[in-house]
């Protein structure tokens, strides 16, 4: 056996940066002391979604991976505690910005960096104003517990994503997140669509997924989002195992024998049944080869 348990984390974000810096590393130091081994934070945890409106000078917020001003504090602490973490923040490379995730292995070494994607454009959402689409492609890193994927909250809508990674030998996808309400239609909950749609991730990929969200209102300069908080970790099925509330700050952790998973995903031949040469219709727009 190959046991490793994971965790997703959820709190609410505010103006005060130190506090949430201070909050999330709470939050990792309990759930280590819960026992998890790889622990997953939100999306962009270290101040407010700015996405929410465009300004300008919001960017103040992006800074470089050398050098950065709080980062080493995590690698530190993921070398302390003996624990893999995927850590989110605004990067700034040369003249542009990226929506970045670091990952630090259990003894603090910097494995490698991953740049989001997918990047979205809605009213509130408006992350195509801060940051350019990532250039480092889909990944996949072997960390003390395992193999690891990670995406960042849009990517998770699709399975193009997923499946990437896991191809690359991902035992285990995770996406740090921000989703809340819609401020253009306030009638709108995607919250189910959202977890079914990475639980069939989950299911498609035989790999268990774990997604951490944010919670509390954040408010714009004339709109605000409710974060729905429903952090959740689902198994090789697709079943929810543990999930979070909408408004409380929580650890949620659940437990995978990644040999007994990898054993599950031989069976299923889902991997060795692919056609690779007959998807060339992915690679297109839309959907008429070239």
Not at 75 to 102: C, H, M, T, W
């Amino acid at each position: 056996m190959r046991n490793v348990t994971v965790a997703a984390t959820q709190m609410a974000i505010s103006w005060d940066l130190d506090a949430n810096l201070d909050n999330a590393e709470r939050l990792v130091r309990d759930a280590a002391a819960q026992g998890a081994n790889i622990i997953l934070l939100q999306e962009l945890f270290a101040a407010p979604y700015f996405c929410i409106d465009q300004l300008a000078s919001h960017r103040r917020l992006a800074h470089p991976l050398e050098g950065h001003p709080w980062l080493p504090r995590f690698k530190a602490l993921a070398k302390e505690l003996g624990v893999v973490l995927p850590v989110s923040f605004y990067e700034r490379a040369g003249q542009v910005d990226f929506n970045s995730i670091v990952i630090y292995d259990a003894c603090g070494a910097e494995l490698g960096l991953y740049r989001k994607t997918h990047i979205p454009d809605f009213p509130g959402y408006t992350e195509k104003f801060y940051f350019s689409p990532g250039d480092t492609g889909f990944k996949a890193w072997d960390t003390a517990f395992g193999r690891i994927g990670v995406g960042i909250c849009w990517d998770q809508w699709f399975p193009e994503c997923a499946r990437a990674m896991a191809l690359m030998g991902a035992e285990l996808l995770l996406y740090p997140t921000a989703i809340g309400s819609e401020p253009a239609d306030a009638s709108v909950d995607s919250s189910r669509h959202w977890q079914a749609t990475q639980c069939g991730h989950a299911a498609a990929n035989l790999t268990p997924v774990v997604a951490s969200n944010r919670i509390g209102t954040e408010h714009g300069e004339d709109s605000q989002i409710t974060f729905y908080g429903k952090s959740f970790i689902a198994d090789a099925d697709g079943q929810k195992v543990a999930e979070a509330g909408r408004t409380e700050r929580e650890i949620l952790a659940a437990t995978f024998d990644l040999d007994a998973l990898a054993e599950k995903r031989r069976t299923w031949g889902v991997f060795r049944d692919r056609r690779p040469e007959c998807y060339g219709t992915l690679a297109t727009y839309d959907g008429v080869r070239g």
